[in-house]
Structures are given as structure tokens and as C-alpha cells.
């Protein structure tokens, strides 16, 4: 009995993992269907970590907002992005653009961009999950058997 136990105990240990995970969209508006209300089902789920997913507003006079979303550390490898992302992240922030510019460094906001963060909700959140593996099943299951037999 002692030898199942331990048996079910190690399976247990190794098959099952646990995790957190914000998982958003990647899009551009450019694609039709990513701007200011999403078709969800067209962009797949992008695993972000503990990181935040990001809305970017691109505001141009007389044309219509463009938009980008991605995990904020995709966009953090971006020099563009890095260079202009607030350092204020927080979920539910939405803030203009840093202007990185050394004549005139009382004008620090880039209207033209704004930032929004969030991480509360898939699409735009943070889950911890416990995931159980197809091979855990299996191996629970093999466990059983061989033990019932022993």
C-alpha cells in the first residue's frame, strides 16, 4: 500500500504543472478586424508570462486611430516602442508616449501614442492554472492497474 501511494504521489508530482499566464492577441489594425472593437476569434492567443498585454493607439489627424496589441515584453524588444513606452504600468492605465527629445526636454508626452495596459482577464489577464496533462491521466491509470495486480 505504502509503494502505491508513493507511486501515485510521484506521478502526481511530475505530470502536473502549475502556472501563471497572461495570454493576449497580437494584431495590427492594419489587418482588418484589430481596432477599437476586436474580432477575438481571428487573432490566436499569444502566452505573455507575468508580463501585461498592450494596446498601442497610433492617433493621426484625419485618418483613424491605428492600433496595435501585443505582450508588453515583445514590444520592450523593440527599440521604437522601448524608447517611447511610459514607465507608469499599471492594469487599466491608459498613457501617452514618452518624447524622448534632448531640445526641448520640457515637452516629455507624445500625444499621438497612447499606451493601455492590462492583465485581468484572458485576452488581457492573469490566470493561474493547474494543468493536467493527457500523459498524467494515463499514468494514474497504468499506476492503478499495475498496483491492483501487485
Known sequence: MAAYVVGTL?????VVH???AIMCH????????????????????KDCGDSYCVKVIEKIPGEEPRYLRE???????????RLRMPVLRRHGYC??????DPYNPNDSIDSRYTYCFC????????????????????????????????
Open 71 to 81: 505582450c508588453e515584453d515583445t514590444l520592450l524588444k523593440s527599440t521604437i516602442h
Open 95 to 100: 498613457v501617452p508616449a514618452r518624447k524622448n
Open 18 to 20: 502549475h502556472g501563471e
Open 26 to 45: 497580437r494584431c495590427l489594425s492594419a489587418f482588418g478586424g484589430c481596432g477599437d472593437d476586436v474580432v477575438w476569434r481571428m487573432y490566436p492567443w
Open 10 to 14: 510521484l506521478v502526481v508530482i511530475l
Open 119 to 150: 492583465n485581468d482577464w484572458n485576452g488581457c489577464n492573469s490566470v493561474s492554472t493547474v494543468r493536467i496533462s493527457v500523459s498524467f491521466i494515463l499514468a494514474s491509470l497504468a499506476a492503478v492497474l499495475l498496483f491492483k495486480w501487485l
